[in-house]
Each structure stands twice: as C-alpha cells, then as structure tokens.
C-alpha cells in the first residue's frame, strides 16, 4: 500500500501536522483490522450503556468543492469542445472521449488553485455544524495529496474564524481513513465504495449531483443538497435513536 498522508488544521495554532509512513500490507488488509477494531470500540461503547456521537464525515470534490466545474472547464479550453456535468453518469472523465493526458493536467489544474467555488449553502451549514458540536469537521478526500484540498478548504469564507478540522484521505476508497477515525457516517457523491461502506456498518449519505443522480445504488440518506443535509443533521440530533447504525445493520442482514 503507498504511504498516505493526514492533515490537521487547528484555528487556535493554525498549525499543521503531517503523518506519512509506507506499509507492506495490503489495503484489504489495512481496511479489515482497521474496520474490525472500530467495530469492536462500537460493540465496547454499546455493552457499558454509551452511545457515542455519531461522527460524520464530508467528502471535498463534489460535495464541499464544485471541483468538476474547474475540471471540465479547464478540458473544454484544451479540447475545443464544451464539457458538461450532465453528461456524466460517475467521476470516470474518460467516459466522456478525453484522453488521459488531459484529464490529468485539468486535475493537476484544480489542484494548484488558490480558490474553488463551494456548493451553495456549503460554508454555512457546515459553519453552523462546527458551532453545534464543537468538534473538529472531518474531511476524507480522494486526492492522493490531502494538504492540497486541506488549502483550498481554509480560504472558504467562512463566517468568523476558520473552524479546526482535520482534512485526510488519498485514495479513492476511502475504507482506511474512515475506520482510523472512527467514522460512523460518510457524506458523497461518489458511489463507487458505496456498498462496501455500508457493509461495513458505515452510513452512506449520497450529496445528489448530474453525475449520481441516476444511480440506483443502494444508500442509506440522499441529500438534495445543503439546506436538506442541514434538516437531516438536526432531526438526527433531536433524535434518541441511531438511524445510521439501524439502516446499516438492516442493509447487511439483505
């Protein structure tokens, strides 16, 4: 497996610490015990009559992130032609004719800039979830260099202060860097794990986009965007129960 790298931001430091380190195991390997051990603290947790917090979890590109606008834009330029999301059916750029020289150079492209546009709604709400909890917002990005979407997520306008948070990943399966934080529920818009997410006992909240919407892979929330992640968080929140571990315990029994 190649070496992978965390990120964590601090607003009150705004200082950063970078971990990488290289393994011979395999990811299955790394994703089994890794997963296995956050079941085992879920079942310790559930036998001493704790519930912890749900921990959840964001995706950058395409959910935070209007990334695949920058991408196409920039293959548009090269191609003389006029890409649009719309005409994706997954995050595979190849489907559309582009060769892989310049869907990688409109990668590398994103990855350099200084700024991105969010989503609509994205900053705040997630502004508002950081106040509630207090906690650290957790990103799990694809990019195989976190720090580069750990830079474009601190420039956000957020409302006051940047809030702490720790931005990880660098694969597109994102099974080793959930379990090493202990995520109960994942937000995405790339279906790809989506089933081995959730047959891990991992929640699946799909953020629809032009790309995913005509999927019928099975999910455990779909969200039409911020406003209706918002009312969900706050349904969870006044809520007893735990509809992500329910929905996934229910998943695996079919």
């Known amino acids: 497996m190649t070496a992978d790298r965390e990120v964590s931001f601090s607003r009150k430091t705004e200082s950063r610490r970078v971990f990488a380190g290289a393994?011979?195991?395999t990811l299955d390997d790394v994703v089994s015990t890794e997963l296995g051990e956050k079941r085992d603290d879920k079942d310790r947790n559930d036998a001493a009559g704790r519930r912890c917090e749900m921990r959840i979890a964001f995706d950058v590109d395409g959910v935070v992130l209007n990334s695949i606008e920058v991408i196409l834009s920039h293959m548009s330029q090269s191609m003389g032609r006029r890409f649009s999301a719309e005409e994706l059916f997954s995050w595979e750029l190849e489907n559309l004719?582009?060769?892989?020289?310049?869907?990688?150079?409109?990668?590398?492209?994103?990855?350099?800039?200084?700024?991105?546009?969010?989503?609509e709604g994205a900053v705040d709400v997630l502004s508002r979830i950081y106040c509630s909890r207090g906690e650290p917002l957790i990103f799990?990005?694809?990019?195989?260099?976190?720090?580069?979407?750990?830079?474009?997520?601190?420039?956000?306008?957020?409302?006051?202060?940047?809030?702490?948070m720790i931005v990880t990943g660098g694969d597109r399966d994102k099974r080793?860097?959930?379990?090493?934080?202990?995520?109960?529920?994942?937000?995405?818009?790339?279906?790809?794990y989506a089933n081995e997410y959730r047959s891990a006992g991992v929640g699946f909240g799909l953020m629809v986009r032009p790309w995913n919407c005509r999927s019928a892979v099975p999910v455990t929330e779909r969200f039409d965007?911020?406003?209706h992640l918002e009312q969900w968080?706050?349904?969870?929140?006044?809520?007893?129960?735990?509809?992500?571990?329910?929905q996934a315990a229910e998943y695996r029994r079919d």
């Open 225 to 227: 965007g911020w406003a």
């Open 233 to 246: 968080f706050h349904e969870l929140s006044g809520s007893g129960a735990d509809p992500v571990r329910s």
């Open 23 to 25: 393994s011979t195991q």
């Open 97 to 119: 004719g582009v060769d892989e020289a310049t869907i990688w150079a409109a990668v590398d492209h994103l990855y350099e800039l200084p700024w991105v546009e969010p989503y």
């Open 176 to 192: 080793p860097y959930i379990a090493r934080q202990k995520i109960d529920f994942i937000i995405e818009d790339d279906l790809q």
């Open 140 to 164: 799990i990005t694809g990019r195989k260099d976190p720090e580069t979407a750990r830079r474009q997520l601190e420039v956000l306008p957020w409302k006051s202060d940047v809030p702490e």
